[in-house]
Each structure stands twice: as C-alpha cells, then as structure tokens.
C-alpha cells in the first residue's frame, strides 16, 4: 500500500489515531499527528511512498501535535516529539509541515549510526553518485532540485547515507526543500516541479518543499558508489568555474560536514577516506543553472 | 503501573529471553531503551549472552548504533581523565573519581555500553580553591556565570558550579562531598578519602577511585537522596551491577552495611538493596535484606515511598506510565530538594528554576 492509496479522510483519521508506518529510504517512520496541513503535506508530496497502518516496527517515531496552554487560542503552536522527547522548542503551528521536514533529519542524524551521515545533496546517474556537500547556503538543494528534472535520480537534498559496512550510498529521497529565490528560480527551471505548501517567515526564510521523482522514490532501495565529491557555491552574476580539490582538503570539509564524525571516531575517517578514494573531487562555482547543468551533463558522459 | 518489570527491566536480566521476541516486541523493548538511556546497556547484555546474532535485522542496526555510540562515549571519557590527569600534575593531593568515570577507569561492568555526560571528581575541601584555580588556568570555565548559580553552589552545595573545557567542551563537576553540607545528612568526607584506592591509568597514583562500598553507597545516595530520578532505572542497573559485582566477595555485604551505618546512608542502602532486588533480581541474601530494613521509614511512609519509587524507577516512556506516575516523579522530586536543603532556603531556590524553566529552555531547529 502507498500513501496514494488512502483517500484524505482515511489518511487524516490514520495519522491522528495510531500513526503511519513510513517507509522513507532505510528507515520506517512512525508519525503521528492530529494537524491536518501535516496530512495535507503528506497526501501531496508523500504520495508514492510505501505505508503500513500502524507499523508493527519503526526505527523512528515521531509525533507532532498542537501546545497547550493558553497560547493555543492566540498564537497555536506545534510541538515535536521523539516518542516522548522534544529537543526543539514549539513552532508556530502553520509550520507543522516543514517542522516535520526538520525533524527527521534530526531523527536520522541521531539514530543512524551504521551510516556516515554528510550534510550534502546527493543524486546518481547510471549508478555513480554525485555528493554536493557544503555549508547551508551554498546552493546544494537548488543544484539538486534542477539535476533531478534533468535525468539524475534523487538520494537526498539533505544528507548522504555512506555505510560503514559496505561503503555505498543509501538513498533517503524525500522533499527537496527550497528557500526564498531558489523557490521561483526553480519553478521557471522546472515547470513539471510539484510544491507542496509555501510557508513564509520561517526561521529559513520562506521555505517550499518539491515532490521528489517517482523513479526515485520507487528505486529508493538501490544503493550507489561515489564517483564525484563536490563543493558548489552560487554566486550571483559568476560564470561557470570548476576546481580540481586535493583529496586530503576535500575529506577536511567532509569530515566538518559530517553530522555523527565526533561518534563514528575511526570507522568515520575510513568511509570518508575511502570516499575521497574513490571519487574525482571539486570545487564548484556557478550562477547559471543551465551553465551548471552542462558541467553535470559531461561528468556523467565521462569528460568534465 | 501497567507491570512492575517493564519489557526493560526483564530484558536486561534475562537477555536469553529476547531469541523469542516478535518485531512488535522488539519495537517498544528498543523505544523503552532508548527513552531510559540504557540501549547500549542492552546491546551489550545481549552480546554477552550470545543472544546478538539471533536478534532481526532491523533491530539489530539500532543495537550496534548504540554500542559504536556507548563505546565512543568510552574511548572520551578515557581521554577526559587522560587530560584531567596532566592538566592537574602541579597539585599534591588525590583526586578521587566518581560515577562513570570510575566505572570506566576502573573496568567495572556498569561500564559497558553506558553513556557518560560529564566527568565528576571529589577532592579534599581545604584543596578546592587550588584545585579551582589550577583548572581555570588549564582552560577549564564555569558553565553557569549567572550570580544566583555562583552562589547557590558555594554556599550550599557540595560542589562547584559545573565546568566545562573551553577547547575539548567535554564537563566536569568538582565536589568536596557526595551531599551538600544543608542537606538532613553530610557523610564525613574523609573518610571517604582516606579509603579511597588507585586506579590503573592514573598515572603516578594520583588518580583514584572510591572504595567498593563507598561507590556502592554514593551511587545509592545519588539515586535515593538527593537525585532527581530523571535517570532513574538506568542509576538502579548502575547499583545492581556494582553490587553483582562486587557481592561475589563473601565479605562485601557485610562490610557494606557496617560502612552505611558509619556514614549515616542507612536509608539510601535500605533504598537501595531493596528497588535492586525488587526490580532487578539483584541476588542479596534475604537476610542481609530484612537487617538492612529496620533503616525503612515507618509504616504507612515506606508503602507510599514503595508507591512513588515503583513509578519513578521505571523507563520515562509512555508505555510503562500509569495516571500517577506523574505525581511521583514530581513528589521525588520535591523530597530529593527537602532533603538537601531546609525549607526556608528551598523554596525560593525551586520558585526560580520554575521561573526560568518556563522562559529559559531548550534549542530551536
């Protein structure tokens, strides 16, 4: 069964009485949730992904529910919790959507150990996988949301899985999520994009999410090797510029990326080393998305 | 109370019994876990009773994430002392480690896949400003500059403010007791340091950790006197580890008692033995029991306290909650407060955490 199956009033009813089953790359998440825009965000950008009600097994559980208090008749609020843990505090509730966003990635960086998690976009083509790491800002999601309406299958917009066993990327697609200009620049890049709900004053600014491919989504359990590690940079009005980088700075700003390195200690230098290896790495400056995707276009037929 | 050993509890005492569990099974035995800060402890419980290799897939991966975690944890607490130790060389008196990291100095089985916070040391009361100073030179800071805190723990508790190391982040606490000097009972320090013993890994014999009984009665302290029971069972699988560990000494119990007795923690033993074998099947003698139970309150106090622990002593999670767990844990609360400070000092002290509790808080996404 895929959450497509449901219609809204079953899947509302669902996810406020005993939760769904996600399942969402490895991971089976458990949400929980009486707010409607969450089951709405669900039903739009959730579509193609396999559920269970309720799972008989979770790796993580989540609920979101409104705050109590007084402050729910003038200013409603939504609050997260880790099956009875809430490390953040309460967001307004028109938020619930991306809150849920956020905090599973939170939920993955801090369960997942048998992974390297990157703070990166990811995509793959022809089994090869691009890591675009980089702080936030940088324009990893936007790269990606473009690569992924130009043949590249979507991992993740947000973080690469690397296992510590095997070495290779696990995909995790989910919702690319795009903020202030990217949101427009995207639209006219990709007409075909779905968004879900828009919503502004966020912490980020105003925040979109885009539906991942069903391709993607449907092949979420075929892994991938690193071919190319790469650090982008926008910046507005440059022409395209690609930098070789030395495999010894390139594993520095991955370990600096790495959510669980301070955990992993060794096992996280090797995978990341092994990593930077095994793929041609680069420093990246762009303004231009077509410029960009010319540049992605020759890495995938094997001449940058 | 929906059973009085939760799926946690009974687990962890029999690790054998999880080759039977359904995934539904496993899915609350690993959020009870997670929620009580003891998965690694169970990892490793299961890995020791060779039970690991039968364990499903999926609970399997959180299982050895736990265990990579919990042995990280380790290897740090390791380095912290390793630190601690040079950092401290100019100082001529011991320094006494308490808690986690005399488990993990000293190998001792509460160890295994726990997970540490900070580092807490005891040192002789006349030392402390050296001490202090030593460490504020070797870029250690206070982690609470607030005035009200300095003071708060200067004057009544049994410690420095928390610190914490400005370039590694990893904390420490410095006491110069296990109970402030407000609280209903203040063990006599030195004794506890004179019977105090080195620990390997320490160097020039510098480092040290406290005596089998000491440790015994501090962590007993700690959990049935002035602790807050936030972590409540996981300090109760502490407890009953050390006392499987060190009751295999036929001389040990006794001595246990005697030392109790001599440092006027009576009660918190009483607590203590009796939740461990209550919960935990903490093999004690039933008559070593019944002795140490002329120091349990007066009836009816001993069934309500039996009441409030039977709540606070179980996993923090929904699933082993009853209407009044709640109520207990609050009520534990306010007495581990009474009984390190005298009212008319406690009073304004817990109206200000409240006060800050409700405005401070925790961090935004």
New interface residues.
């Given amino acids: 069964m895929i959450i497509a199956d449901l219609d809204p009033a079953r899947l509302r009813r669902a996810l406020a009485e005993t939760g769904l089953g996600l399942r969402i790359g490895p991971f089976?998440v458990r949400l929980h949730s009486p707010i409607p825009s969450v089951a709405e965000g669900l039903g739009r950008l959730y579509g193609r992904y396999p559920v269970e009600i309720p799972?008989?097994?979770?790796?993580i559980?989540m609920s979101l529910f409104p705050a109590g208090g007084l402050r729910r008749f003038y200013r409603p609020q939504v609050i997260f919790s880790n099956?009875?843990?809430?490390?953040?505090?309460p967001?307004p509730l028109v938020q619930a959507f991306p809150?849920f966003e956020?905090?599973l990635n939170?939920c993955v960086a801090t369960?997942?150990?048998?992974y390297a998690i990157i703070h990166a976009a990811v995509v793959e083509r022809a089994g090869r996988v691009a890591i675009l790491a980089g702080a936030p800002g940088a324009g990893k999601s936007t790269l990606c949301a473009a690569l992924i309406h130009r043949g590249w299958r979507l991992f993740s917009d947000e973080m690469a899985l690397v296992s510590l066993s095997s070495g290779e990327i696990m995909p995790l697609p989910r919702p690319v999520s795009l903020k202030n200009a990217s949101i427009d620049l995207i639209r006219r890049f990709a007409p075909a994009a779905v968004f879900g709900p828009v919503s502004a004053d966020t912490?980020k600014g105003t925040v979109a999410h885009v539906r991942a491919p069903d391709d993607s989504v449907a092949r979420a359990g075929e892994p991938g090797r690193a071919a190319w590690l790469l650090l982008p940079r926008y910046e507005a009005g440059a022409g395209l510029e690609v930098q070789p980088l030395g495999r010894a700075r390139m594993l520095m700003e991955l370990a600096a990326q790495t959510f669980n390195y301070?955990?992993?200690?060794e096992?996280g230098f090797q995978a990341l080393a092994q990593l930077v290896d095994a793929s041609a790495c680069y420093r990246l400056h762009y303004s231009r998305l077509e410029e960009a995707m010319g540049f992605f276009e020759n890495l995938a037929q094997g001449s940058p | 109370m929906k059973r009085l050993r939760s799926l946690l509890a009974t687990s962890l005492v029999e690790p054998a019994r999880c080759r039977d569990y359904d995934l539904a099974r496993w899915d609350l035995l690993l959020r009870q876990a997670r929620r009580a800060d003891l998965l690694g402890t169970l990892a490793e419980r299961l890995a020791m009773a060779g039970v690991l290799e039968t364990v499903p897939r999926r609970p399997a991966l959180h299982l050895a994430s736990a265990r990579r975690l919990a042995a990280r944890h380790r290897e740090i607490v390791r380095w912290d002392v390793r630190c601690l130790r040079e950092e401290l060389t100019e100082l001529d008196c011991p320094i006494v480690l308490l808690k986690g990291a005399a488990y993990v100095m000293a190998d001792l089985p509460p160890a295994v896949g726990r997970l540490f916070s900070d580092v807490d040391i005891l040192v002789p009361r006349e030392r402390l400003e050296r001490v202090e100073a030593v460490l504020l030179s070797k870029g250690w800071a206070f982690s609470k500059l607030d005035a009200y805190d300095q003071r708060y723990y200067r004057q009544w508790m049994h410690e420095l403010p928390p610190m914490h190391h400005t370039r590694r982040h990893s904390s420490l606490d410095v006491h110069h007791n296990i109970l402030p000097s407000t609280a209903v009972v203040t063990p006599d320090a030195r004794l506890l340091l004179e019977a105090a013993r080195p620990v390997d890994g320490g160097g020039d014999g510098r480092l040290a950790i406290l005596a089998p009984a000491d440790m015994v009665l501090h962590s007993a302290t700690h959990l049935f006197f002035d602790g807050e029971l936030e972590h409540g069972l996981r300090d109760l699988v502490d407890l009953d580890a050390l006392l499987r560990h060190f009751g295999s000494d036929g001389d040990f119990l006794p001595t246990l008692a005697q030392r109790a007795e001599q440092l006027g923690l009576g009660r918190p033993l009483y607590y203590a033995a009796w939740n461990c074998h209550r919960f935990l099947r903490t093999p004690l003698p039933e008559a070593w029991l019944q002795a140490l139970a002329v120091q349990a309150p007066a009836w009816p106090g001993r069934d309500f306290m039996q009441a409030c622990f039977d709540r606070a002593l179980q996993p923090d999670h929904a699933s082993c909650r009853d209407a009044f767990s709640g109520l207990a844990r609050w009520l534990l609360y306010v007495r581990s407060h009474a009984l390190r400070m005298p009212l008319h000092l406690l009073l304004p002290h817990l109206a200000r955490k409240a006060w800050r509790g409700h405005f401070g808080g925790r961090e935004t996404v």
């Fill in positions: 089976i799972p008989v097994f979770a790796d559980h099956d009875g843990y809430s490390p953040f505090k967001l809150f956020w905090s939170w369960h997942a150990h048998e912490h301070h955990i992993l200690g096992a």
